[in-house]
C-alpha cells in the first residue's frame, strides 16, 4: 500500500538526526466515536459526510508538532497526524490516514512548506477543520482539505498572501497528470480585527478522490476563482464562500454561508446552520447542515449535526465524541 512508504518515508524524516536542534514538541492523543442515522441507508452510518470520505469516522490517532531551533531562533517545524479509522461498510475494516505530513521553514521573507498540508484555496486554506463535522467547500468538491506538494504564506500588516502547488489528489499521493496551482489573498486579520476577505485562484487537472478512493483515473480540469469571507462579531460567526468556474468541462458555481452563536462561559456551547448551494452544468443541489457542539473540558468536545441532502432526499443525523489533548 502506498500510504505504508509515505509513512516509512516521513517517520524516517521526522527521526533524522539533522533534525536535532530541536528545543521544544507538542504531542497530541486524538480519538474520536462518530454514529447515526442515514434515512437512505435507513438504518445506522458510522461517519459524518460519506463512507468513502476521510472524515469524520471512529478513529484515533495523535498530532505531533516539532520545533526547530538553530543558533539564530526558530526555523522551521515538522508536523504529523495520523490516524487509525475504523470503516464499516463494505465490510469492516480499518484504514490507515496521514492527515498532516509537512516540515515548515521560515526564510524570513515568508514561510515554506512541503509535504501534506492545506493549499491556498479558500476557507480550507486558514480553517482548521479536521475534527468539526460542518465542513467548508474544500471537502465538498470545490478544493481539497489537505494535498500533496508545496506551497509559501507570507503574513502581511494588512492581510497575507499564500500560493502552493499540489498533486491535486487530496490524501492519497498520485501522479497521472494531475497537478494544481493555487493562490490566495486576503485583507483582514482574524485575530485582531475579528474579520478577514480572501481571494483565491486555482488552475489544474485534479483527480476525483473520496478520502483514499479514486474516483475516476483520469484527472478533470479544475479552473475556479472563489471569494471567502469570515467575520466575527461578539458571539456571532459568519463565514461565506462563493465558488465560480469549470469543473470536467462544464460550468461550475458553489455558495456557502455558516452562521454561528456562542453560549455559554468560554463559548463552550456553539450553534450553527450551514446551507450549501452546488451547480455542475444542468444540474443543482442544496445541502442544509446544522450543528451543535459542546466543550465539556479542555481536551474533551461533543457534537451533532443533522444534513438533509436534496437531490439523494437523505435526512442524517450523527453524534460524536472527539477527544483532543496535550499529552
Known sequence: MKLKLHVLVWGLFFLSPCMVRAQSSLFYLEAQGVAGYSSTDKGAVFYSMSQDEAMQKPSVGFDYLRRLSGERGDYGALALQIRLAYDHEPESELEFQVYNAFFKYKAGFADLWIGHDRSAFGLASYLDSHGLL??????????????????????????????????????????????????????????????????????????????????????IAFHMALADWTYFLTRYESRLELAAGERAGDSSYAALWRFGVNLLEENRLKVEFQPIFRKQASESNWLFSAGLSCQLTAGLALRSMYEYDESAEENRIVAQVYYYKRI
Do not use: C
Open 134 to 219: 460542518l465542513q467548508p467547500l474544500g471537502m465538498h468538491g470545490y478544493g481539497f482539505d489537505r494535498d500533496w506538494g508545496g506551497g509559501v504564506r507570507r503574513d502581511l500588516s494588512w492581510g497575507s498572501f499564500a500560493a502552493s502547488l499540489t498533486t491535486g489528489s487530496g490524501m492519497p499521493l498520485e501522479f497521472n497528470g494531475n497537478w494544481l496551482a493555487s493562490a490566495r489573498v486576503s485583507k483582514g486579520i482574524l485575530a485582531q480585527e475579528n474579520y478577514s476577505i480572501g481571494f483565491s485562484a486555482a488552475w489544474g487537472d485534479i483527480l476525483e478522490t473520496m478520502g483514499y478512493e479514486i474516483m475516476m483515473p483520469d484527472p
